[in-house]
């Protein structure tokens, strides 16, 4: 698929960030996403291609936009969803209690 | 562009999310916490540029190592135990007296995970991943590497099923060093083929 993700050659992205000292997750959440995708992968909820479709077909400007372990969360969920793992409806409600305070 | 799985959420609300979809899998016993928290620890602290290194100063003191490692990248680096998820099928690039090999993955971030770790950012960013096909005489200069023009550069663009791992020169004056000091010289950079070896350590 052609892409937005098909960066290879495209002008205009601007300086390389080189910065030695740059962690591998820069927050908590990238960590746990980190680790939730090898498990759901490991689990069988999606293949790499699978998993790597999801991310190449997000809204372009959303994909340039967003964290790249952002990506990783779309597609865990496209997945998670599409196999009835997870449905919209309840991330909403979970995220609502949790923005509550729940544990 | 589809419209059935629409993300419509706000950046600041990511870290909730994935707290969400977290307490949502636990909760449905499809993964475990503790096992997001092992794999963490081994990508974080354990799995790093240190095993490649380990495989590059093996590839510089054992000429028939080396031979093992150019025919068959993914046999010979599990000589040293590295093997598993995203390095099931390695490719050794070596650079020679007129070579200089450098890897990117333009499409997305393949990277090879047992020998060098997960990526770092820029690796993983637009402006490496873009310019590295078009232009990576300037992408090696932003790196501080100066490549003579007399030196072909070839760029490897990874995929999903095959990554890279950049065989450097030995650098000159170590030939007295032993293995494992070798490999002190050995920097990730190095074996992305964005750096060069260190001369001392």
């Not at chain 2, 960013?125 to 300037?138: E, L, N, Q």
Request: proline share 6%; net charge negative; aromatic share 8%.
């Amino acid at each position: 698929m052609n892409g937005i993700h098909d960066l290879g050659g495209r002008h205009g992205m601007g300086p390389i960030d080189i910065d030695p000292e740059q962690p591998i997750f820069h927050a908590e959440w990238e960590r746990r996403m980190f680790g939730m995708f090898i498990l759901a992968f490991a689990g069988g909820h999606f293949n790499i291609d699978q998993f790597r479709s999801a991310i190449e077909q997000m809204q372009p400007s959303r994909y340039l936009e967003s964290d790249y372990y952002e990506h990783w969360l779309h597609s865990l969920e496209t997945w998670c969803i599409k196999n009835g793992s997870l449905t919209e409806e309840e991330i909403d409600q979970r995220m609502k209690k949790l923005a509550e305070g729940a544990p | 562009m589809s419209k059935d799985h629409d993300h419509d959420y706000q950046p600041s609300d990511i870290s909730l999310r994935v707290k969400a979809v977290e307490s949502l899998l636990v909760e449905k016993g499809l993964i475990d916490r503790e096992a997001i928290d092992r794999l963490v620890d081994a990508y974080e602290n354990k799995i790093g540029p240190h095993n490649g290194a380990r495989v590059v100063a093996r590839a510089w003191c054992d000429p028939e190592f080396k031979k093992r490692l150019l025919a068959d990248g993914t046999k010979a680096i599990a000589e040293l135990g590295y093997t598993g998820i995203q390095g099931e099928d390695m490719v050794v690039v070596e650079h020679t007296a007129n070579i200089h090999n450098m890897v990117v993955c333009t499409l997305c971030s393949c990277y090879p995970w047992p020998t060098l770790g997960l990526p770092p950012n820029w690796y993983k960013a637009a402006p490496y991943r873009s310019r590295a096909v078009i232009d990576p005489r300037g992408v090696l200069k932003e790196f501080g590497v100066d490549i003579p023009e007399s030196t072909e550069v070839r760029v490897w663009d990874s995929n999903a099923e095959l990554r890279y791992l950049v065989l450097p020169s030995r650098p000159e004056g170590t030939e007295k060093l032993s293995e494992s000091d070798l490999a002190k010289l050995v920097t990730r950079d190095s074996m992305i083929g964005v750096g060069l070896p260190k001369t001392s350590a």
